[in-house]
């Protein structure tokens, strides 16, 4: 059995998430090969090269593949789909857009958001917001699967000795083409690669007490900002900071909870993080189930004395 980890990149290099894919593709079968499509990707095909546990990159090189868009590299995928046992994604906004697609043009049943392998054809994931935990086994020949990357731990990123094997790229889809892109720009860690995060929920009661409450333990900390479901529906933090199951899913070393109840989309979203320390004048807030280190206090007052002493 041979898995193939499509990887994430921006041309240049590979994404944190990739490693934590290959880490379960690894669980899946002998061999993992990783599919590199884009375009002038070849420093991204060399890195994934030096990746340990990778045997086989394979280089696919077309200016249609340069944004990865997803009617495109399904395509890619779909190619080669007949070589694999197993088609691993990382359960990322990318990895969701194209996972789909392939499974739908396979005729298969796609597994998604895997946090444990068993078998080669049997995973654990979760279901109902994190509450649940479901074993499922996979019988069809070849398993699309989408990995929720706090569930495994990276592989390294050198060491590996891999072939890079270039591939002749399909032409790019006539139906779709890329208009352009707004990219956040952002002097913190990225939210999901984070070592540290600090979140605020609804209880800051504006933008304005988010930022001067939040910002600077997250700048004393050098951490990433997350927020609750909650505070960015009230506008208090954009979009792209929200934790949660219909947020980013995050697994840092430490994460600070401030004035969040610990709703259960935002649970399974920051459950797996290695220390959760929790600030709610709610003892009984059911944040406090999964913290670490809880404390019952006024965010208003305890954020500040805890951003002087450090």
């Known amino acids: 059995m041979t898995s193939l980890v499509i990887a994430e990149h921006d ?14 593709a690894a669980q899946c079968g002998a061999d993992v090969h990783v ?57 990322t906004a990318s990895g969701k857009n194209i996972a789909p697609r392939v499974a739908a043009k396979l005729d298969v049943g796609q597994v998604s958001d895997i946090t444990k392998v068993i078998s080669a054809d049997t995973f654990e994931r979760p279901i109902y917001a994190g509450n649940a935990v479901a074993t499922v086994q996979a019988t069809d020949a070849t398993k699309v699967l989408t990995v929720r990357t706090t569930g495994f ?3 390294a990123a050198s060491g590996g000795s891999a072939a890079v094997e270039s591939l002749a790229a399909l032409a790019a889809s006539a139906s779709v ?3 352009g892109s707004e990219i956040a720009k952002n002097d913190r860690p990225e939210l999901t690669a984070a070592k540290v995060i600090v979140s605020g929920g609804r209880a800051l009661g504006s933008a304005e007490k988010f930022n001067e409450i939040i910002t600077p333990l997250a700048d004393k900390l050098h951490a990433a900002m997350g927020a609750s479901r909650a505070a960015v529906d009230a506008g208090y933090a954009p979009n792209d900071w929200q ?23 935002h649970l399974a979203g920051m459950k797996d993080s290695k220390v959760i320390v929790a600030i709610n004048k709610d003892a009984e807030a059911p944040i406090f189930s999964v913290a670490d280190y809880g404390l019952v206090a006024d965010l208003f007052v305890a954020v500040p004395e805890l951003v002087a002493v450090l």
């Open 11 to 24: 041309n240049a290099s590979i994404k944190p998430a990739t490693l934590n894919t290959i880490a379960a």
């Open 243 to 265: 934790v949660g199951q219909t947020g980013k899913i995050v697994a840092p070393q430490l994460y600070i909870a401030c004035g969040i109840s610990g709703a259960i989309q």
């Open 153 to 155: 731990d990276p592989v």
């Open 35 to 91: 599919l590199v499509a884009g375009f002038n990707a070849a420093a991204a095909a060399a890195a994934a090269s030096q990746i340990a546990g990778v045997s086989k990159v394979i280089h696919a090189d077309e200016s249609g593949l340069a944004h990865g868009l997803a009617e495109n590299v399904a395509a890619q995928v779909l190619a080669i789909a007949a070589a694999y046992s197993h088609i691993v994604f990382a359960a």
């Open 177 to 179: 083409s890329f208009l």
